[in-house]
């Protein structure tokens, strides 16, 4: 982040750009059917990519964060510290050691629920995954 230029976004400048100031499960609120006036995911993307700026954009004026594309960020998987017992709680941010075989992608799909589309959303893949549902947006560091 040091560097000037285009990147790849951290995991969590992703999500607080999808986001936009909300706290909710999506950055529209609390209603998953709300999901079809400003994501492409199932079942109303009818299983396809849409181009960009089809539906609503969020409070930051972004368009398609949550879904029609999930999208690789900058970060390695970091497995979340949580036992057997406790795996549904709160992980209270203790993530355990750094795997750089796989990295961070954020958002839905169309072709998954409307649940993939929410803020927090994310998976990890390794870096040489491809699919006709993963894609990218880029950030830029200015000088100070």
Known sequence: LSRTGYRLPTQSEWEYACAAGSNEAWHFGSNSKNTAGYEWTSPHSQEQVHDVARLRPNAFGFFDMGGNLAEWTDDFM????????????????????????????????????????????????????????????????LAP
């Open 78 to 141: 970091r497995q979340p510290l949580r036992s057997k017992e406790s795996f549904f709680a709160d992980d209270a941010g203790n993530f355990g050691d750094v795997n750089p075989a796989y990295r961070v992608l954020c958002g839905g799909r169309f072709r998954l629920s409307q649940a993939t589309a929410m803020t927090t959303m994310f998976a990890y893949f390794a870096p040489e995954h491809r699919s006709t549902s993963t894609g990218f947006r880029i950030a830029r560091t």
